[in-house]
DNA sequence: ATACTGAGGCTAACAACGTTAGCTACCCGA
DNA sequence: TCGGGTAGCTAACGTTGTTAGCCTCAGTAT
């Protein structure tokens, strides 16, 4: 019996007119994609101009920084709750339709967080292991745990950047991934 | 036994001053990274204003392109040429041990070959599925040999962005994925 | 009351990016 | 000799993130 149930790491949180600006970020974001996310643009959805911006934050990417945060946290809760409870042989394949169903759910969003290298110095301490977890908790190996995810991350990029050859039945492409996984987790 | 001798499909070569250019893109774009490679560098290092590159190229994007087919070529070369004559279920681990390699050793090229979308109307006909015979050749089944793919091509993202945690021995991220894929190829 | 100070807005501007328009020199075939 | 294409150039436009410097207003200390 898995239990997932341990409590996220907490954020410090915004003043009021920082949380409006990261809540109005990620709305553009979801709506229109990563390249509609400019300082101008996010300025002009918040009734103000570009350079106002950097009086709340040091630049773009320390917005982005708090929206990867935002990301991690929710993968990670989604994850969580897939699991819990679940004997770890049976888990794995609820592991990874949340971990699509998440990424799918919030592409822009998936993609900012998961795109480039993470900036490990910004990030509130404990948030990666925390977001990560969930995959350890179920194939109880850390290297098997990192295939997995690797895999689910390598198959989320590649539906939403449609490279997939076009027709391609990827719930079975998922299903192919969780049952070779599935047969080996928690060996011991 | 597999028999991965099939042929690269043929590119229309190209003309002698636009081979140099794409030559040096490669060239900056390996050396210095993708934010390296600009048009007005890239006219530098040719001798030549930016503007003077469009009498060659429809854009930069028609440059890339290029560079993409032969990041594709490439893989497939050396993925086939892994696992020729290997009987199927010991070709699983040359394969991915070939694209990690392959991935890693021009890894600027790669990710520029396969971050966003591919621009399929562009691209020769027939080259992303010859580059991605391979898995097909090794797995026998479609579906199998997408999740390998992902699979492999996840954990390379990762690596080359440095996502794994310090000191993560990839090695045996590799392993696990092999092992665990190698016990499913070619299920009838 | 007066002065100071910080927060939070503004405009103007810079450098770099991809790209376009328009001009010019050259070579080659009719 | 006369076009016409090829391949270069400069100038410029519209974006982008970002910085510098100014202004206004609230709150507080003197």
Chains 1, 2 share one sequence.
Do not use: C
Request: no cysteine.
């Amino acid at each position: 019996m898995i239990d997932a149930s341990s409590p996220p790491p907490e954020r410090e949180p915004l003043s009021g007119r920082a949380a409006e600006i990261v809540a109005t970020a990620r709305v553009v974001l979801e709506a229109e994609g990563a390249d509609a996310l400019t300082m101008r643009r996010l300025g002009d959805e918040l009734g103000m101009k570009a350079p106002s911006l950097y009086k709340h934050f040091d630049g773009k990417a320390a917005i982005e920084l708090v929206l990867v945060e935002e990301a991690l946290l929710e993968m990670g809760e989604a994850l969580r709750s897939a699991i819990d409870g679940l004997r770890t042989v049976e888990a794995v394949e609820p592991l990874l339709r949340a971990y699509r169903r998440t990424a799918l759910d919030h592409p822009s969003l998936y993609r900012l967080a998961t795109l480039g290298p993470l900036p490990r110095e910004g990030l509130t301490p404990g948030v990666e292991d925390w977001a990560g977890e969930p995959f350890l908790l179920v194939m109880g190996e850390p290297h098997l745990a990192q295939a997995v995810w690797s895999a689910a991350h390598g198959m989320v990029s590649l539906e939403l950047d449609g490279r997939y050859p076009p027709g391609s039945d990827l719930d079975r492409t998922w299903t192919a991934a969780a049952s070779a996984f599935g047969r080996n987790g928690n060996v011991r």
